[in-house]
């Protein structure tokens, strides 16, 4: 089993930034691949962006290319999203996501899924 726990969260001005964080525990390895979904209000779940595990490959939401950044930190079992410029169609529970298999788009491709953390960006 794995626990996800998500950080970093916040209200945050239209053009501002956060960094999120989801710190990994349990049966974790460096292999799993890693995704960040949101759903905000009134909105099915999405895919934000993803990170493999061995090569570190990097995929992304189109509305969000170029500003988001997503990164992991084997040693310490954390995985980062670094999101600049927000906007207010931002604003949503963003969940970390690990997948044994493969770093996916697809949220059904995941196996374990943290509690989210709120961002709310103001406009």
């Known amino acids: 089993q794995v626990q996800l726990v998500e950080s970093g969260g916040g209200l945050v001005q239209a053009g501002g930034s956060l960094r999120l964080s989801c710190a990994a525990s349990?049966?974790?390895?460096?292999?799993?691949?890693m995704g960040w979904f949101r759903q905000g209000p009134g909105k099915e779940r999405e895919f934000v962006a993803a990170?493999?595990?061995?090569?570190?490959?990097?995929y992304y939401r189109d509305s969000v290319k170029g500003r988001f950044t997503i990164s992991r930190d084997n040693a310490k079992n954390t995985v980062y999203l670094q999101m600049n410029s927000l906007k207010p169609e931002d604003t949503a529970l963003y969940y970390c996501?690990?997948?044994?298999?493969?770093?996916?788009?697809?949220?059904?491709?995941?196996?374990?899924w943290g509690q989210g953390t709120q961002v709310t960006v103001s406009s």
């Open positions: 996501a690990a997948s044994i298999k493969i770093a996916s788009t697809r949220s059904w491709q995941y196996d374990f």
């Open positions: 349990g049966r974790t390895s460096s292999s799993y691949g």
């Open positions: 990170i493999s595990g061995s090569s570190g490959v990097t």
